[in-house]
């Protein structure tokens, strides 16, 4: 099985994972209900809902921090039409030019 379509259910499974986290499982609607009950008995559905639970959990723990600063923000020279190593050659380029 390849990776692409080993996660083609990963959208879905994060939709119902934020639909119970939002309203939790018992709030669900007998149609909504019977729809996860379909999309569920599939276990590569469970699967990666079960990643949804374990990315979401590991997410939490995690320390943001403070977001960054307007300044901060208008100083960053990242170009976000371009890709991350293209511009990170680019700096390289011009610190090494310095």
Do not use: C
């Amino acid at each position: 099985m390849s990776r692409k379509h080993a996660n083609t259910a990963i959208p879905e499974a994060v939709r119902w994972f934020h639909r119970f986290r939002i309203r939790g499982p018992t709030a669900l609607a007998p149609d909504e209900s019977a729809e996860w009950a379909r999309w569920s008995a599939d276990k590569s559905h469970q699967a990666a809902f079960q990643e949804a639970e374990q990315l979401w959990e590991r997410l939490r723990h995690l320390n943001g921090g403070a977001p960054p600063t307007q300044q901060e923000l208008d100083s960053d020279g990242y170009d976000p039409e371009r890709s991350i190593s293209e511009w990170l050659a680019q700096t390289k380029h011009k610190k090494a030019g310095r």
